[in-house]
């Protein structure tokens, strides 16, 4: 791959004045929590009578939104929950009643990826859309993104919310956005080669996908000798894995920025330059609460928690504390770049709808990950818990990287995997391009519920 890196004219600064957070997100604490609770009044005030899936919620919960006092009275508003919505959407398809406008103000269509269920259909009018678009700016002021970079989004778009709205805010900041889907991954090296993007958005998964695609024969350039300086993950919890993020910013050296949202809620998290491992909230246009997932109950800062969310933006289809299973560890400390915004430290710790019981043990996809990005041989794997039972176990399959001794590899997974998780975890290596790749969110975390196991038949890119 030819040598950019600080050859590409209008190669923006890694830092400087175009990173400075803006005095919003730098007020104090105080100042902040009110305004939030003058713009949830307000939301609360426009519902009645335009958002029947609220008016119902409101009034089962026995809440008149003249009465509420904010930020005092938030624990009175109902729970969220995308059960809920997913049984809306089924008994009044397709959208459901969670809409505050007439049906022919909405210009915008996404849906959920369906991970856990049947996907959420989510619109959009042309005012909740930009708001999406403001709070993607703020991902990309933090990450020192300006209108000086070159911007390429390595995927077929589809009806992923994330990526649109990246893209679109990304052509707003007066960047040049350069879309490569319907690519291959080699094709797609040949064009960052060809173009010398500065920033890549993409899931942590597929930034590593491209480097191991460089390293097949006829892969084509170098990650590491190209001109991106700044690579912008989400849709995973690697961003913010210590192993996962090393291993990315080392092949491509570049800095990893990680960024979290969810489709029926919105951008609501970015890290900035100089607190890696911290996803701030933008509490600008998001209320967060943390609660424990069991009882719902407030839980201290510094302690794990579920990430409830109420957007202040998305009025034509709000979520009013809305538990999006996310697992946390909030700080409200101020951060080294100024900013007073409520942190994540770690990010997104895990998903409790991911975790599963095995033999008494709680297990996390993500940690998981964590151990086996840690062993630089491992150069892709798979993870698949036996179905439910007293004998219910994990195993492993790992492709290792050219020149390692497989079994050596499967040995020291299967000792760290113990050492982490406290189970025996039985380890076996496969042969090179056995594996899935993926584009997008990657299903290396497999759940055996009884069914036959479908084996790939070889190399390939899943979307």
């Not at 904010?70 to 008994?91: I, N, R, V």
Request: with cysteine.
């Amino acid at each position: 791959m030819t040598a950019h890196h600080g050859n590409v004219p209008d190669t923006p600064p890694a830092a400087g004045g175009a990173t400075d957070p803006p005095a919003g997100e730098c007020q104090p604490r105080a100042v902040l929590e009110a305004r939030q609770a003058e713009r949830l009044a307000a939301l609360l005030r426009h519902l009645p009578g335009r958002n029947a899936f609220y008016d119902r919620k409101l009034a089962a919960a026995g809440v008149g939104v003249d009465r509420v006092a904010l930020p005092a009275d938030l624990p009175a508003l109902p729970f969220t929950t995308k059960a809920e919505l997913a049984a809306d959407q089924a008994a009044s398809p397709p959208w459901g009643t969670a809409l505050t406008e007439p049906l022919h103000r909405y210009t915008r269509y996404n849906q959920t990826s369906s991970t856990t269920g049947r996907p959420l259909r989510w619109i959009d009018t042309p005012e909740t859309w930009q708001w999406m678009l403001d709070c993607w700016k703020a991902v990309y002021r933090a990450a020192g993104v300006t209108a000086r970079d070159r911007v390429f989004f390595p995927f077929s778009f589809g009806p992923f919310l994330g990526f649109w709205t990246g893209f679109d805010a990304a052509v707003q900041i007066g960047a040049h956005a350069i879309p490569a889907g319907g690519m291959t991954s080699t094709q797609r090296l040949a064009l960052i080669d060809a173009l010398a993007p500065t920033v890549i958005c993409c899931t942590p998964t597929y930034a590593l996908r491209l480097l191991d695609a460089a390293g097949e024969p006829g892969g084509g350039p170098t990650p590491a000798d190209s001109a991106v300086r700044v690579i912008v993950v989400a849709g995973e919890p690697g961003g913010s894995i210590p192993a996962t993020r090393e291993r990315i910013e080392r092949g491509w050296g570049a800095r990893v920025i990680d960024h979290h949202g969810l489709t029926e809620v919105g951008p609501i998290s970015f890290e900035c330059l100089e607190a890696p491992g911290f996803l701030h909230v933008n509490e600008r246009e998001f209320i967060a609460e943390v609660v424990d997932p069991g009882t719902g109950a407030p839980v201290a800062d510094g302690t794990r928690g579920e990430l409830v969310i109420t957007n202040l933006g998305r009025t034509a289809s709000p979520v009013i504390r809305y538990r999006t299973r996310d697992l946390v560890i909030r700080t409200r400390e101020r951060c080294a770049c100024g900013r007073t915004l409520a942190r994540l430290a770690g990010g997104i710790v895990a998903r409790a709808d991911d975790m599963v019981n095995v033999r008494g043990v709680n297990v996390y996809p993500a940690a998981v990950e964590a151990v086996l990005r840690g062993i630089g041989a491992v150069a892709e794997y798979r993870c698949t818990v036996g179905a439910a039972g007293a004998l219910r176990a994990i195993a492993v399959e790992v492709e290792v990287a050219p020149g390692a001794e497989p079994a050596a590899v499967a040995t020291v997974a299967a000792n760290r995997l113990r050492d982490a998780l406290g189970l025996a975890v039985r380890v076996t290596p496969v042969s090179a391009g056995v594996l899935p790749r993926f584009e997008m969110k990657a299903r290396r975390f497999v759940i055996d519920r009884g069914a036959p196991p479908v084996d790939p038949s070889g190399a390939r890119e899943e979307p």
